[in-house]
Every structure is written in C-alpha cells, then in structure tokens.
C-alpha cells in the first residue's frame, strides 16, 4: 500500500477542531481532515467538488518536533455599542456611515450597531510533523504526489498566512500506517528521538476518538467522529537530502 508523506514544518501552523468565533484552538498535531484539505487544495479542487475519492485515504502522523503553542490576539468589528448579546451577527463596523457637521463619519440612525471583539487565535511555533496518506489506489498515490510537488494552489498550513518552510512532499513510501511511523528517518529539524505517532483506528481498546471529522463535500459536515491510535515510535536519525525511500 504506497503512501504518500507530507512534511509539515513551518514557524506557525494551526489544526483547529472545534473552534468557534473568538476562541481559534488548535490541536497538538495536524488533523486528517486538514490533511486531506491540502491534497485538495493541490489538486484545485473547488467548493463545489466531492473529497469520495480522498476521504477513505488512511491516516497517520508523527510530532518529530512538537514545537510549542501560543496564542494571538486580535480585535474584530467595532463601532456604537452593541447589545449585551455576542452573537455573530454583531461583528464589523456599523454599515451607514454619515458625515456629521464636524466631517466625522458616524453610524446613521438605521446603522446596525457592531461589536468590538477580541479573537484568540492558537498556534503552534516551531513545529515538524511528518504526515502519511496511504491508499490501495497506485494512481490515486501518484497523482496526490504529483500535486504535492507542482501544486495547483499555494499550499499552507491551517491558516493562509502560515506557508510552510520546505517543500510539503516528503516522498512515497511502500510501507502502510501501522509501520512507516517506525521506519521512516526523522526529519532534519526533529527534536525528540522518540516521538509520538498517530494512527487512524478502528474503534477499539487503546484508541481515542478525535474531534475531527472527514467530510465528502466541503459544506457537509455530518459524518462519525475519527480514532486514533497514540504511541511512542522508535524512528531512525534523519537521513540526507532527498526524501523518503
């Protein structure tokens, strides 16, 4: 079973779940589905188009080098004050905005008054990930590979404004989830000589459920929750230039 390998480092990234509004989490690792979303973004797939074909691909991924989070905090909207309600609805700046005699520009009568927020947006600094899509399908494989390397978008990692700092395609490995964690060298800038690894799971004993889910569409978002199987791995040092073997 080939998989391809996404090398996953940069000075920031971000692998949000559950985040909402003013609070932007990450995880501790890249999730599947954002995983999937940068394959998709490589291919050019459009909103509209299904993810059938890369929603059953096999994940797993390793933290050479965890990096640490951290969190930016950022104000949105502004304007009269607003109800004591914090509601979506109620961001940006007052629409309707007038002239008064001194040439100030205020929020008319029928200006919806808006709501200064401050959004708290987690990151993780100085991370490496090492991240595998398996699949039966040999083309399939291929053609994820080839798109990894010629793009047909800019790739980025959770966030438009964190691109990676090394080519994302880490090489095609024959070996399946369960064991390429353990087999593949780590990566030049790992920090833990034994790093954790997760694996997509069957539900069961010693699996977890992870928040994340793997939609078909883009816009559907219905579907079971995912497990995965954490452990510790036993990687070889980092090897020279030139990708996985």
């Given at each position: 079973?080939?998989?391809?390998?996404?090398?996953?480092?940069?000075?920031?990234?971000?692998w949000g779940t559950t985040s909402q509004w003013e609070e932007r989490a990450t995880t501790v690792r890249p999730t599947k589905s954002a995983?999937i979303g940068i394959v998709a973004n490589a291919l050019g797939y459009q909103l509209q188009d299904n993810l059938s074909a890369l929603a059953?691909?096999?994940?797993?991924?390793?933290?050479?080098?965890?990096?640490?989070?951290?969190?930016?905090?950022?104000?949105?909207?502004?304007?009269?004050?607003?109800?004591?309600?914090?509601?979506?609805?109620?961001?940006?700046?007052?629409?309707?905005?007038?002239?008064?005699?001194?040439?100030?520009?205020?929020?008319?009568?029928?200006?919806?008054?808006?709501?200064?927020?401050?959004?708290?947006?987690?990151?993780?600094?100085?991370?490496?990930?090492?991240?595998?899509?398996?699949?039966?399908?040999?083309?399939?494989?291929?053609?994820?590979?080839?798109?990894?390397?010629?793009?047909?978008?800019?790739?980025?990692?959770?966030?438009?404004?964190?691109?990676?700092?090394?080519?994302?395609?880490?090489?095609?490995?024959?070996?399946?989830?369960?064991?390429?964690?353990?087999?593949?060298?780590?990566?030049?800038?790992?920090?833990?000589?034994?790093?954790?690894?997760?694996?997509?799971?069957?539900?069961?004993?010693?699996?977890?459920?992870?928040?994340?889910?793997?939609?078909?569409?883009?816009?559907?978002?219905?579907?079971?929750?995912?497990?995965?199987?954490?452990?510790?791995?036993?990687?070889?040092?980092?090897?020279?230039?030139?990708?996985?073997?």
């Open positions: 079973m080939p998989t391809v390998l996404l090398r996953l480092s940069a000075p920031m990234q971000s995983v059953p691909l096999q994940f797993a991924v390793r933290a050479d080098r965890p990096g640490r989070t951290a969190v930016d905090h950022q104000t949105a909207g502004g304007g009269q004050p607003a109800p004591a309600t914090r509601l979506p609805s109620a961001y940006g700046a007052p629409r309707g905005l007038e002239p008064d005699p001194a040439g100030t520009l205020q929020p008319s009568e029928g200006a919806t008054a808006r709501l200064t927020v401050l959004v708290r947006k987690h990151y993780i600094a100085d991370a490496a990930f090492l991240a595998g899509l398996s699949t039966p399908d040999k083309d399939l494989a291929s053609e994820i590979a080839e798109a990894l390397t010629r793009p047909a978008r800019p790739l980025y990692l959770g966030r438009r404004s964190f691109p990676p700092a090394h080519p994302i395609y880490h090489g095609t490995t024959p070996l399946p989830p369960e064991t390429w964690p353990d087999r593949i060298p780590l990566l030049p800038e790992a920090s833990d000589p034994s790093p954790w690894a997760w694996t997509e799971s069957p539900p069961g004993p010693g699996t977890i459920a992870s928040p994340e889910q793997v939609p078909t569409t883009f816009e559907e978002r219905d579907h079971p929750l995912m497990h995965l199987h954490r452990r510790r791995t036993e990687p070889a040092a980092p090897q020279p230039p030139g990708g996985a073997a």
